[in-house]
């Protein structure tokens, strides 16, 4: 029984994983923000892997979908690394919070530190590794003015969609799953 859930399990983050990756494909971009920073809700089957089976389930399918992209839509290996990075911190710390505090109120808490989190981390990696890399700027002042302006107000605008829209999607799938897997 013990293997029959193991693999259940990764046939599910595997699945989620695919979803993600099929998710991410319709995105939009937010006005005044650079058309390059798209907001997508790739996140939600991500979510769905880290409550079910904890931060590594989801960190997991954010990896085959970003793997994915990789292999299929032909994606800049810096932008494929930053939307890995922005979504198994952004997943993880809801997941850790939810586990923590059960029900909405581990929701709320950790969409609020997930969001803060996120654009935390995001504004220091733009600032040290992706902007030099993917932009190559290199001024500390063009990096900050680029981080506070644009790569912030994204991450916040992205976590708060996200977090919205993850709600009634939770409502559904997650009852679903579990009530049709020994599983979960």
């Not at 390059?36 to 880290?50: I, R």
């Not at 586990?99 to 808490?109: A, E, L, N, S, V």
């Not at 040290?128 to 932009?135: C, D, K, T």
Request: hydrophobic content about 55%; aromatic content about 14%; proline content about 6%.
């Amino acid at each position: 029984m013990q293997q029959k859930s193991k693999v259940t399990k990764m046939v599910l983050l595997a699945l989620l994983g695919v979803i993600s990756f099929l998710i991410e494909n319709i995105s939009f971009p937010i006005p005044t923000i650079p058309p390059f920073l798209k907001v997508d809700f790739s996140e939600l089957p991500a979510l769905v892997g880290a409550i079910l089976f904890g931060p590594l389930g989801g960190i997991v399918v954010e990896f085959i979908k970003n793997a994915f992209h990789l292999m299929f839509a032909g994606g800049e290996i810096v932008g494929v690394t930053a939307n890995f990075l922005a979504g198994s911190i952004f997943i993880s710390v809801i997941s850790v919070i939810y586990r923590k505090f059960q029900g909405w109120k581990g929701f709320i808490y950790g969409f609020i530190a997930a969001t803060i989190m996120m654009t935390l981390f995001m504004a220091i990696a733009n600032f040290f590794v992706f902007l030099p890399l993917y932009a190559a700027i290199t001024d500390p002042t063009e990096k900050t003015t680029f981080i506070l302006n644009i790569i912030t107000p994204f991450n916040v605008i992205k976590g708060i969609l996200v977090s919205i829209v993850f709600v009634p999607f939770y409502l559904k799938i997650i009852p679903y799953l579990r009530s049709r897997s020994t599983v979960l």
